[in-house]
Structure formats: structure tokens, C-alpha cells
């Protein structure tokens, strides 16, 4: 996620052309794309980020948003998540076909907001967000007391885990780093696996390690950064030292695709990753029976046991010329109905309280260890700048696990690029 803010006079331009188009509050009857009887019409754009196992599902669920809407056309666009961010702001800088809707990364809702690229939730949803929607997935959407973007997803990390090769091997499913060490050396031992995949290319990985040590990328109530405090070397220490004791592999490029492909083949016995992989892990031939795959927690560091808050929300551009239907294609893509469908084909968490009442949910086993893990998440800072920490971060992460650094040395420089993107920050 490479920063990319654009130019003061760029955004006051923007500023100007949503004014004249009825930017405001999403709350003053939209662009004029309802007909005179309020019937929506037009064409709704939506740039979706879901992975490739995800994304004809959405598909098939935005494009049935015309069975409410006929005068509605859908157009779904999948935009690779890596790219996303960037791709999104030069649609929104530009105004030049950008999206009516995006699928965003709850780290990125702030960042959009504080540019003037999205436009207010309309009041009505704005009151059901806060009172229907659990109270972190809801934070994720907020910006300066406003609510700009709706939750569709939420998300943590845990630990995945190949149920037989840990049988194979005699070991249960480690709590800990140092347990991990330790498992994953009898499985070497007993069935010439190796035991885990360390993603070494993206820094999103790092952050169940730096909570593992009590620590944190910034403290944003007190403006500090804190990712070169003692927590943060150690957690670089722990990236390192993972990958020297033989514990995992790594690998500095194309992470994913390589931590998927040694995971489902059966070459590697753990991954630490989300529910947005479950889908993905299930094709493998490794899952081809559902019951072989296990969760549990990530592996606690010296100070305990931690996990990042993610997920997406769905947001609407201040430049659409379809606002009233762009909203209301927000509202129905996080309905508890479509969520309750997005669990149960793609184990993905609602957002909706009530939605983990509904069997389908509340019967689905990945939700049952996710939901759980969820609760306890680390929420991150939500500033404008959180995305924009990521990629310095992966430059000294990749760095560390990789040997080309020390620990203390990739801490040193992450710290001085964060003050260089947190201006005034201690």
C-alpha cells in the first residue's frame, strides 16, 4: 500500500466539483438519478477487492441488486486489493471514471474521508451502523465524529493449521512462539514437512508479532510512534529468529501465492492468515476433506497473545452522479441477508450483530473460532495515514526476515519513516 496523496489544489478541485454535483451529506436526495415517481435508475460502477476466490460470488450477489432495482444496471469491477489503494484515490483525484461505490480496507476509510473523496452515509443508515452493526466494525467506518463508509466484513488473524500433518508429527496445535519452534521441529523430524509459511512480503503480517510483544506501530492518543520502541525490536527479533531456528520459510516476493500454493499442496503444516482464506484453502488438495483444516489462535509472543482488527467497508464516491442508487447499493450489500449468504459460501464474518444469530452463521465452524477472535482484536489507529504506514513498514519487515537487516536496524528505519509520514509526531 504505497502513500499516494494528492495535490492541495487537486483536492480543492474535487471539492468544488462534488459542491456543484450535490456532494454535502448524502442526505439531500442525491444527484437526480431517481425518477419523479422515486424510482432509482442509472448505472451503479463498484470497485470490489475481493480475492479471486471470493469475487464471482460477489459478483453474483451485487449484480442481483437488479432484482430490487430493474432500472439499475450494476456494473462490477474486481480491482487486485494490492493495487487498490492507489488506483482509488487516482479515480477519486481525477474525478475521470472513478467508481460510485469501493470496497475499501478499514484502514483506509480515514485517509478517503480526510481528502474529501467520500460522501456522508445518509443519516437513517448512519443511526442503524451504530446500532446494528458491532461497535469495532462500526469505528472502522468513522471519521471526525461522521460516518463515511458502511462495514461489510470484519475480520482478525489466527493460525492454520493441517490437522493431520500435526497428528502425523504428535503435536498439537501451538499457543506459542516458542511452542511453534518446538512443533514445528518434530514435524520436520516425524514427516519432512516444514512447519510453518512466514510471510515475509507483507508488513500486515508483522503486527500479530509486535502485539505479541505488548507493543504497537503508533500511540495516536499521544501522537507517538512505537514501532522502534523495545516491543517493536523484539517483534523483529521474533520475524527473524522463526526463520533461523528452521521453524518456518519465507519467501520476500509473491508471498501470497506461495504461502497458499505450500499450504494447500501439504508442504508446509501451518499459516498464520484470515477468514478471507478459508474458500482459497478448502480448493487444496490437502482440504479437499473440509474437516482436515484447523484454526486456533496466533501464537502468543513473551507479552501474550494478539491479532489485528481488519476487514472492508463500503463507501460512496462524493463525485458519483448516482448517489441515491449508489447508497442504496451500499445498504443492500450489507444487509443481514447478503451477509448471512457471504458466510455461508465464503465463511466471511458479518458485520451485523443479529446476522450471528441466524443458523447458517451461527452453525458455520469457521465463524465459530473467528467471531470469538474478532472480540479480542487489536484495533488499529484510524487516522488518514494508517495505510500509508504499510509500505515502509514491508521495506524493514522484508528486511528483517529475510537477514538483509538487523532487527534493530529495521525498527531504527521504520520509526524514521513513520515521523517522516506522521509530521510533529514524537
Not at 480543492?12 to 431517481?34: E, I
Not at 479471486?52 to 462490477?76: C, G, M, N, R, S
Not at 494478539?306 to 443492500?332: C, I, M, T, W
Not at 466471511?348 to 446476522?355: E, K
Request: proline share 4%; aromatic share 8%; with cysteine.
Amino acid at each position: 500500500m504505497r502513500r499516494g496523496i494528492a495535490s492541495t489544489a487537486l483536492v480543492a478541485a474535487l471539492a468544488l466539483a462534488v459542491s456543484a454535483c450535490g456532494g454535502g451529506d448524502g442526505n439531500d436526495g442525491g444527484s437526480g438519478d431517481k425518477k419523479a415517481g422515486g424510482e432509482l435508475s442509472g448505472t451503479v460502477t463498484w470497485w470490489d477487492t475481493s480475492n479471486d476466490a471470493e469475487k464471482a460470488t460477489f459478483q453474483k450477489i451485487a449484480e442481483a441488486f437488479t432484482a430490487k432495482h430493474p432500472k439499475v444496471t450494476v456494473k462490477y469491477v474486481n480491482v487486485p486489493y494490492g493495487d487498490a489503494q492507489n488506483k482509488v484515490k487516482n479515480a477519486f483525484s481525477s474525478g475521470a471514471d472513478a467508481p460510485d461505490v469501493i470496497r475499501a480496507d478499514v484502514g483506509w476509510v480515514a485517509d478517503f474521508a480526510s481528502l474529501g473523496y467520500l460522501d456522508k452515509v445518509p443519516a437513517e443508515t448512519a443511526k442503524k451502523v451504530d446500532s446494528e452493526f458491532l461497535a469495532q466494525a462500526a469505528a472502522s467506518g468513522k471519521f471526525e465524529g461522521a460516518t463515511y463508509a458502511v462495514p461489510q466484513v470484519i475480520d482478525t488473524m489466527g493460525l492454520f493449521y493441517n490437522k493431520k500433518i500435526l497428528k502425523d508429527a504428535g503435536v498439537e496445535a501451538p499457543t506459542s512462539l516458542e511452542e511453534l519452534k518446538t512443533a514445528a521441529a518434530a514435524i520436520k523430524k516425524k514427516t519432512g514437512k516444514s512447519g510453518l509459511y512466514l510471510r515475509g512480503d507483507d508488513s500486515y503480517w508483522f503486527l500479530p508479532l509486535i502485539y505479541g510483544e505488548g507493543g504497537d506501530l503508533v500511540d495516536a492518543k499521544n501522537k507517538t510512534v512505537t514501532v522502534d520502541a523495545p516491543a517493536g525490536v523484539k517483534a523483529f527479533k521474533a520475524a527473524r529468529d522463526l526463520v533461523t531456528s528452521g521453524a518456518a520459510i519465507t519467501n520476500a516476493t509473491d508471498g501470497w501465492n506461495n504461502m497458499q500454493t505450500a499450504f494447500k499442496s501439504g508442504k508446509v503444516a501451518m499459516m498464520i492468515n484470515g477468514p478471507w482464506a478459508v474458500a482459497d484453502a478448502y480448493a487444496g488438495d490437502q482440504f479437499k476433506d473440509k474437516t482436515n483444516l484447523g484454526i486456533a489462535a496466533v501464537p502468543a509472543g513473551s507479552a501474550g497473545q494478539g491479532a489485528p482488527q481488519g476487514g472492508h467497508d463500503l463507501a460512496v464516491y462524493a463525485g458519483s452522479k448516482n448517489r441515491d442508487a449508489a447508497h442504496a447499493f451500499v445498504e443492500y450489500m450489507t444487509s443481514q441477508d447478503v451477509q448471512v449468504q457471504s458466510a455461508k459460501e465464503l465463511s466471511l464474518l458479518p458485520t451485523r450483530t443479529a446476522a450471528y444469530e441466524v443458523p447458517e452463521v451461527k452453525g458455520n465452524e469457521m465463524v465459530q473460532f473467528f467471531k470469538p477472535a474478532v472480540d479480542k482484536a487489536v484495533e488499529r489507529a484510524w487516522i488518514p495515514e494508517n495505510g500509508s504506514l504499510f509500505a515502509p513498514l514491508q521495506v524493514q519487515y522484508t528486511k528483517a526476515v529475510t537477514g538483509s537487516s538487523s532487527p534493530e536496524d529495521a525498527a531504527e528505519a521504520a520509526g524514521a519513516e513513520f515521523r517522516k509520514i506522521l509530521k510533529g509526531w514524537k
